[in-house]
């Protein structure tokens, strides 16, 4: 009978929440503005500040839906 530890799941990310492609992150823009996204790993989301909208990140996916996105508060 083999002992060893089943595989261990892929990583989806770091304790700080799921990791985006670096290369992903230099072309994105929101869909909104077309302005620049600022990725956010302890939330798991990329802020577009001039759209004041947060999108999720699931699975080391951006999920860059308006209706999906979370609007950000007073001092976001």
């Known amino acids: 009978?083999?002992?060893?530890?089943?595989?261990?799941?892929?990583d989806s990310g770091s304790a700080l929440g799921p990791?985006?492609?670096p290369r992903l992150l230099e072309i994105l823009v929101c869909p909104?503005?077309?302005?620049?996204?600022?990725?956010?790993?302890?939330a798991g989301e990329l802020v577009s500040?001039?759209?004041r909208l947060a999108?999720?990140?699931?699975?080391g996916v951006p999920i860059m839906l308006p209706e999906?996105?979370?609007e950000l508060?007073?001092?976001e």
């Open 32 to 42: 909104v503005t077309r302005g620049p996204l600022i990725y956010d790993p302890v």
């Open 49 to 51: 500040k001039g759209a």
């Open 68 to 70: 999906e996105a979370r």
């Open 19 to 21: 990791q985006v492609d």
């Open 55 to 59: 999108y999720p990140v699931r699975d």
């Open 1 to 10: 009978m083999d002992d060893a530890a089943p595989p261990a799941p892929p």
């Open 73 to 75: 508060g007073e001092g």
